[in-house]
């Protein structure tokens, strides 16, 4: 009986330290969890500089620099059995101790390095624009986010480059706090668009070395990234120069379209229809101060005008964000709540060039979508997918049915914003932008 009692403890053992091996050896299950949480948390971090942009505070930038998983498991058995003489008088005792842990380790750091910041506030990379233009993102979104004020000036003999008079150039800036500086730039961005605004790539000629004699010498060329247009409509047409025109000989096209801080898209025409719905706006926010900004801005009927394309940076592009949540929580200026909207709709099919608060319901298969929404406290009791609490308010991304997949949502296009904005500040942390130091690690158990 002894004997047999012993072996089922040693077979019971056995089977304990083999799960436990088991516990240990599966990875999967909690690489995929690190995964989930990495997202998370970076996603977390970006709604959190919205947050500080929509309430004026500073950004702080922090980033999980390394994520490791550790798994332990370990079993001993100790056994009491009788032996001599009074077998019979000594009790059969057993014991099995196992042990199996497991659990992550994080790293955390603060981006305040030199470098990090440097690359923060440059412009947003061409590069990153030409991909994300022939993605398959709305355009109306996309200029929204990376361009930060058109101006627009008349090219006409009447109109000499020393002046800067409203009825020769003027200024759309991009700022959500006032409606009619923001429907104003989304009228101009729709005829943009209309006209096929876009963008293409074009290979610089090689760079020799410097004491090369051959070709062999020549550095590999990086290519150059222009704005250009292609107006699939005979209307359209005739507004756009052939110079500006996607697919142009590289020895007619305008260099000053070449992406970056500055763009400058020169001889478009400005119909009737365009200038009249700018009067239209101006009409509308005549009791706004700004409008004093815009008198006879008729006089663009007709005229030929060059575009001068202002790109964002990183910082603006989520300081924007932010404002567009301030314009919907917190209005400033004595402006009214509003959610700041672009079109979406089938891409090649005319743009509706009223913005979103004037024609709520655009027609052709267009329609209006909000650009961020951030609920506060989560008063509808959805679950939210994303959320931070700052200041002791909870702040958090509309979930539901459809949210991040359609546009139709509550949430707008806030889940392609947070992924756009993500990537680009990840782009920005280069290797040397993490600091050695001042690391905070975050033992989980």
Aim: charged fraction near 15%; charge should be neutral; hydrophobic fraction near 40%.
């Amino acid at each position: 009986m002894t004997k047999l009692v012993a072996r089922l403890l040693v077979a019971v053992v056995a089977a304990l330290s083999l799960a436990g091996c088991s516990i240990a050896d599966l990875y999967a299950g909690r690489a995929t969890v690190y995964n989930a949480e990495s997202e998370q948390a970076h996603d977390q971090g970006v709604l959190l500089n919205i947050v500080r942009a929509a309430l004026r505070r500073p950004r702080q930038y922090t980033l999980v620099q390394q994520i490791t998983g550790q798994a332990t498991a370990s079993s001993s058995v100790n056994f009491n059995f009788p032996f001599g003489p009074h077998v019979d008088s000594t009790p059969n005792t057993g014991m099995v101790n196992g042990v199996a842990s497991g659990g992550p380790n994080f790293q955390v750091a603060t981006l305040e390095t030199n470098e990090f910041f440097e690359g923060l506030v440059q412009p947003i990379p061409s590069q990153l624009v030409d991909l994300y233009f022939h993605s398959e993102y709305p355009h109306d979104l996309l200029l929204n986010l990376f361009i930060e004020k058109i101006v627009m000036r008349r090219t006409d003999p009447g109109c000499p480059l020393r002046n800067h008079e409203p009825r020769c150039e003027i200024t759309l800036q991009n700022y959500p706090g006032t409606d009619l500086q923001v429907e104003l730039f989304q009228a101009v961005v729709g005829y943009l668009i209309d006209l096929g605004l876009s963008t293409e790539q074009i290979p610089a000629a090689p760079k020799k070395v410097s004491g090369s004699t051959g070709g062999a010498g020549a550095a590999a060329p990086s290519p150059d990234y222009f704005f250009c247009f292609t107006p699939r409509m005979h209307r359209t047409a005739y507004l756009v120069p052939s110079d500006v025109v996607c697919g142009t000989p590289e020895s007619v096209r305008r260099v000053s379209s070449r992406l970056g801080r500055i763009s400058d898209v020169g001889g478009i025409i400005i119909p009737e229809k365009l200038a009249s719905l700018l009067s239209e706006i101006v009409a509308r926010h005549a009791h706004d101060w700004n409008a004093m900004a815009f008198p006879g801005i008729e006089h663009f009927s007709g005229q030929r005008v060059s575009f001068k394309i202002y790109t964002r940076s990183t910082e603006s592009a989520i300081y924007y964000i932010g404002e567009v949540v301030r314009r919907q929580l917190y209005p400033d200026l004595n402006m009214p709540p509003r959610h700041v909207q672009i079109k979406v709709g089938p891409r090649f099919n005319p743009f509706p060039l009223k913005p979103c608060s004037i024609d709520p319901y655009p027609p052709m298969g267009w329609f209006c979508a909000d650009i961020f929404v951030v609920d506060v406290n989560n008063l509808l009791g959805t679950d939210p997918i994303f959320s931070v609490h700052y200041a002791g308010v909870q702040y958090s991304i509309p979930a539901g049915p459809g949210a991040g997949s359609d546009y139709r949502s509550r949430a707008g296009a806030s889940y392609t914003v947070l992924s756009i904005l993500r990537q680009l500040v990840i782009i920005h942390t280069k290797a040397g932008t993490l600091p050695a130091t001042a690391v905070l690690s975050i033992p989980v158990r």
